[in-house]
């Protein structure tokens, strides 16, 4: 049991993480992420574009028995993402510096894909996936533009996945303002999941 999160569920509060500067996916979007990603003990999961590698670590919570790659290019990053691996004492995640899919070529037979930051490599990595990422094997992706949406979905389509689903999350905190309490709206957040048929 991890004495940090000392609980089945995912849902890490975002201030248990270590951030810094680094883009981090919000609790209430991670749930949704993990969720879509159905998660088994023993999967095989990458990570691309790990940020501060918040979902990393849930997925390498949730699967003890499987192996997380965590892929992740810019330096400042690569810090943040090995302090929560170390402050969460996470064994399973292995630290990948680079840019996706070069990066992990000789990374196969994968059981869960996520896709957090494609770099302008989405079409690439979609090449990668078609040998890599196991057949049945799930794959989930966060956009928050409407460009790189709608390029995932078409590559999708144009693929051999099934039960294709988008699902948009618009997420808005309570934040006290004096006495009183403010909702403050974060951007929404495209989720897109399929499965590899």
Not at 91 to 110: F, M, Y
Not at 137 to 153: A, D, K, P, Q, S
Request: positive net charge; glycine residues 8%; proline residues 3%.
């Amino acid at each position: 049991m991890n004495s940090r999160w000392p609980y089945k569920t995912h849902g890490i509060p975002d201030d248990l993480f270590i951030r810094g500067q680094a883009p981090m996916t919000k609790l209430e979007i991670r749930s949704v992420t993990l969720s879509k990603l159905m998660l088994k003990k023993d999967d095989k999961i990458v990570d691309i574009g790990a940020g501060t590698g918040s979902i990393s670590i849930e997925c390498a919570l949730t699967a003890n028995k499987g192996k997380v790659y965590s892929v992740e290019k810019k330096d400042n990053n690569i810090k943040l993402i090995q302090q929560n691996i170390n402050a969460f004492n996470v064994k399973n995640i292995e630290l990948i510096k680079g840019t996706a899919p070069e990066i992990i070529k000789e990374v196969s037979n994968v059981d869960k894909v996520i896709i957090g930051g494609s770099g302008g490599k989405l079409d690439e990595i979609f090449q990668w996936l078609e040998i890599n990422l196991n057949q049945g094997g799930r794959l989930v992706m966060n956009f928050i533009t409407l460009e790189n949406m709608y390029r995932g979905l078409e590559l999708l389509k144009i693929r051999s996945y099934k039960e294709i689903d988008v699902v948009q999350i618009s997420v808005s905190k309570g934040r006290s303002l004096a006495d009183l309490t403010m909702m403050e709206g974060y951007n929404p957040v495209y989720i897109i999941s399929a499965a590899k048929e």
